[in-house]
């Protein structure tokens, strides 16, 4: 059996990994591939700016840069940021694999323009960001939120009666700017999906499930990232780099 490393991007204890973990619910998998879920040695406590932003690319690549020698045949990113996604690329061999880039590239897969529904204002700001590096700004609707802000451990657990209508007028805002796909924001917002699938007249792509069906699907075929496009340091670093988020963590307390 495979064994695929899903790296959280926060320092989550186990009931917080539990609602990650909750997301394999929302996919069929074969029994091929067994996931493993670990949050982050040390890293930011939120997701909103630019020192976050680098803060989560050296948390995750930190946690993940060593799946291949631990026996992982894959490695999922937890984040639609891909944070630490091209880093991890250029250090392990086995195919490491994030949903932002590839949950926006499916949604024109099932359409012809996909809109992404985020938590609040700090989300599209990065999102719209994101998109734009991608040169995908003409095939994306909307950016809109639905003005919650995110809850990293609990994510929408006992939010449903209050928080579902409002992804749902959101998901409506965006059609209405001509979306005919919907891609959820974040990963934090997987509990949703059943939900806004099943009242809403268009595809929902749920990132997370996406990326666990993607690893099932490298390894069956034998494919990993490219060599030439993620090339490997010349002079690597890891002693180091483990190092600097264990002191992170103790720093952190």
Same mark, same amino acid.
């Given at each position: 059996m495979a064994k695929a490393l899903v790296l959280v991007p926060f320092a989550l204890d186990e009931s917080g990994i539990a609602n990650r973990r909750a997301q394999l619910d929302h996919v069929r998998l074969g029994p091929e591939v067994e996931f493993d879920f670990r949050g982050v040695t040390a890293g930011p406590k939120s997701y909103m700016s630019p020192h976050d932003?680098?803060?989560?690319?050296?948390?995750?690549? /930190?946690?993940?840069?060593?799946?291949?020698? /631990?026996?992982?045949?894959?490695?999922?990113?937890? %984040?639609m940021s891909d944070s630490g996604l091209d880093a991890l690329r250029s250090v392990? #061999? *086995?195919?490491?694999?994030?949903?932002? +880039?590839?949950?926006?590239?499916?949604?024109?897969?099932?359409?012809?323009?996909?809109? *992404? *529904?985020?938590?609040? #204002?700090?989300?599209?700001?990065?999102? %719209?960001?994101? *998109?734009?590096?991608?040169?995908? /700004? #003409?095939?994306?609707?909307a950016v809109v939120n639905f003005d919650v802000p995110p809850d990293y451990a609990s994510l929408l657990d006992g939010k449903e009666d209050t928080v579902f209508p409002k992804m749902r007028a959101a998901c409506e805002e965006a059609m209405a700017a001509g979306a005919d796909v919907v891609c959820l924001g974040s990963t934090t917002m997987h509990q949703a999906a059943e939900y806004l699938a099943e009242t809403l007249p268009i595809p929902v792509v749920n990132p997370g499930p996406l990326t666990y069906k993607l690893v099932e699907s490298v390894l069956d075929l034998k494919l990993t990232?490219?060599? +030439?496009?993620?090339?490997?340091?010349?002079?690597?670093?890891?002693?180091?780099?483990h190092a600097m988020l264990k002191a992170g963590k103790e720093w952190l307390g």
């Open positions: 932003f680098v803060l989560m690319d050296m948390a995750i690549f /930190e946690a993940g840069m060593s799946a291949q020698d /631990e026996g992982y045949d894959a490695v999922c990113i937890d %984040t392990l #061999d *086995i195919p490491v694999i994030a949903p932002g +880039k590839a949950a926006m590239l499916f949604c024109l897969t099932l359409g012809n323009k996909f809109s *992404i *529904i985020c938590q609040w #204002d700090y989300a599209v700001a990065r999102t %719209t960001k994101m *998109i734009r590096a991608l040169g995908l /700004e #003409d095939f994306c609707a990232h490219s060599r +030439k496009a993620y090339p490997k340091p010349l002079d690597p670093y890891p002693d180091m780099i």
